[in-house]
């Protein structure tokens, strides 16, 4: 069973506007981590924001944050004010604490309209 | 400023022929680990290594081998090589420990079999 899903493929959204990537996950392990990356055109891939299962608050880091709702295993991206540079794909993430390994969702290819 | 680097951006092999990627880390990590991506599935671990000598199988070990002879160093093999091998190749590290410890990714092998 997918572990990890991120049910857009593809989104276009206009620039300044914000954007919300969608993360649903599954586990039974009470304990655990989820990441987003991003991927731009070049490959390499970037940390952007962690959220761990027992963080009280919402993640944030500078435009991003992450919308956790931890009833419905969801752990959505938030982008304010969506820039060119954040057309890339972004990929969701999680970590059990039971375990070394990251299981990865399929990703979402976002594109920042002028 | 950490870094992952690897041997190779792009490499172009026959079919049958032995291939060695190789990852260089200076963050003195414990962790390595080595993905495959392609369109539409994410990243799919093949192997990872939590210390020197220590290796683990990912989720798609056949056809591969690694080898982790130093802390800095992981290097993935293609025994023999195949077409259907043919994909983007991401080594990454991170600590150990920690749940919110983020994998730092290297800029990734594309590798194409003929």
């Known amino acids: 069973a997918q572990k990890i899903t991120q049910t857009q493929p593809g989104m276009f959204v206009q620039e300044k506007e914000a954007v919300t990537l969608d993360c649903t996950y599954d586990?039974?392990?009470?304990?655990?981590?989820l990441f987003w990356y991003k991927q731009p055109s070049s490959g390499e891939m970037i940390f952007l924001i962690y959220?761990?299962?027992?963080d009280q608050q919402n993640a944030t880091e500078g435009r991003y944050s992450l919308n956790f709702q931890k009833a419905r295993k969801s752990a959505n991206l938030v982008i304010s004010a969506s820039q060119l540079g954040d057309s890339a794909m972004y990929f969701c993430?999680?970590?059990?604490?039971?375990?070394?390994?990251?299981?990865w969702g399929a990703g979402t290819k976002l594109i920042i309209k002028p | 400023d950490v870094k992952v680097t690897q041997s190779s951006r792009y490499l172009v092999k026959r079919t049958g022929e032995k291939v060695f990627l190789e990852c260089v880390q200076d963050m003195d990590h414990e962790n390595m680990f080595w993905y495959r991506q392609d369109p539409g599935l994410g990243l799919r671990l093949i192997y990872f290594?939590?210390?020197?000598?220590?290796?683990e199988k990912g989720d798609i070990p056949e056809g591969y081998s690694v080898s982790r002879e130093k802390k800095e160093r992981f290097s993935l093999i293609l025994e023999s090589a195949s077409t259907n091998q043919t994909s983007m190749y991401l080594c990454a590290s991170s600590l150990s420990g920690r749940l919110y410890n983020e994998q730092f990714f290297g800029p990734g092998t594309r590798l194409t079999v003929l």
């Open positions: 290594s939590y210390d020197v000598k220590m290796k």
């Open positions: 993430a999680m970590r059990e604490d039971s375990n070394y390994q990251l299981i």
């Open positions: 586990t039974s392990d009470p304990s655990y981590g």
């Open positions: 959220q761990g299962s027992y």
